[in-house]
């Protein structure tokens, strides 16, 4: 018996297999990497933080509240009453929080801009007691910018 020198398609097909089996795993982490990755960067980090001290549902602690606003512009950190204006506006909404906290999030990225929109629901025993809606608004140029920041309760 001699040995064959010319490739059939059947091979062709079969080698094709063996490649994308080989290949698959490297697919599936590029894939998972590309999906997680806007939403962990640490522009979409610090709104979350700012959305959650402004609410109520973080520590509210003047340390935080300086943290948060080395993120803001002065502008805006100027509209809420600075650091005691963020604590104080912080340790009001905490007064309010009794039960458990449903949060649903939705990120609007364009170029420079993000746009970070904020459902929480505040539950009282099971039961769907107030509703806040929040919005911060980001800006990316070199430095990171958190530009505005609003809410609304009972929305």
């Known amino acids: 018996m001699a040995l064959r020198k010319k490739p059939r398609i059947e091979d062709a097909i079969i080698g094709v297999f063996v490649v994308f089996a ?3 795993p490297l697919l599936v982490i590029y894939i998972i990497q590309k ?6 960067s640490d522009e979409l980090n610090a709104m979350r933080d ?13 340390q935080t509240a300086s943290r948060i606003a080395n993120y803001m512009e002065e502008a805006l950190l100027h509209r809420l009453g600075g650091i005691s204006g963020l604590v104080k506006m912080c340790r009001e909404n ?11 999030e939705k990120v609007e990225r364009s170029r420079n801009l993000i746009i970070l929109k904020a459902k929480i629901t505040l539950r009282e025993k099971g039961i769907p007691r107030e509703k ?3 919005e911060v608004f980001g800006y990316k140029d070199g430095n990171f910018r ?8 009972g929305s």
């Open 132 to 134: 806040l809606k929040v």
């Open 22 to 24: 080989l290949l698959y």
């Open 50 to 62: 700012a959305y959650l001290f402004i609410t109520g549902l973080e520590d509210c602690s003047p």
């Open 35 to 40: 999906e997680e990755k806007p939403y962990t």
């Open 94 to 104: 905490r007064e309010r929080i009794k039960g458990t906290v449903a949060v649903e």
């Open 146 to 153: 958190i530009t505005d920041l609003s809410y609304a309760q």
